[in-house]
């Protein structure tokens, strides 16, 4: 499959910790990245590789992956974190088609 | 830093061609990959395309036979055409800083704030 798959919604309660996952055929031989994105605005990296952040995003932020697996990992959520998170990779069989999942929606209670 | 800014009509008639225009400044068009991705009202992301090194181009082969991008490096821009479009097509476009490796990084480091392209009569 050159799918990912994202569960549609998660929920924390402030300051809690809360992980997004994403599943596919295409992490086994590409890292996810993750991006933000806010109503109104264009999505923001906030993980790429096998856990790096680019300048600017808080340490709260962190990325892993296992086998088919990526996870983004927001250790104490905060209010601001509320947003759409979408997961990419690329297909895997040498086409390296761009792929993205169909993103999950956090909300911070 | 590098920045991208998307350029042109809003509105599009059905059947016609979506033509944009991403203008990037604080990085080479050359030796780099640049993508277009889309965002319909409401809904996801999706991958649009590639265009590497001013030559080498890769589409989502589910807009392929429809799509073209290009490169012109005296204006350091990129481009879009979506031909015969349909009111499917009505997204927010964006044009991005792509890359990817034999590694496995892939990731887009920078956008464009995006462009609403309506496809309407």
Known sequence: ?109 | QVQLKESGPGLVKPSETLSLTCTVSGAPISNNYWSWIRQPPGQGLEWIGYIYDTEITNYNPSLESRVTISADTSKNQFSLKLTSVTAADTAVYYCAKDYYDSIGYTYFDYWGQGTLVTVSS
């Open chain 1, 1 to 109: 499959s050159s799918e990912l798959t994202q569960d549609p919604a998660v929920s924390v309660a402030l300051g809690q910790t809360v992980q997004i996952t994403c599943q596919g055929d295409g992490l086994r031989a590409y890292y996810a990245s993750w991006y933000q994105q806010k109503p109104g605005q264009a999505p923001i990296l906030v993980i790429y590789g096998e856990n790096n952040r680019p300048s600017g995003i808080p340490d709260r932020f962190s990325g892993s992956t296992s086998r088919v697996t990526a996870s983004l990992t927001i250790t104490g959520a905060q209010a601001e974190d509320e947003a759409y998170y979408y997961c990419h990779s690329r297909d895997r069989r040498g086409n390296h088609w761009g792929l993205f999942g169909g993103g999950t929606k956090l909300t911070v209670l």
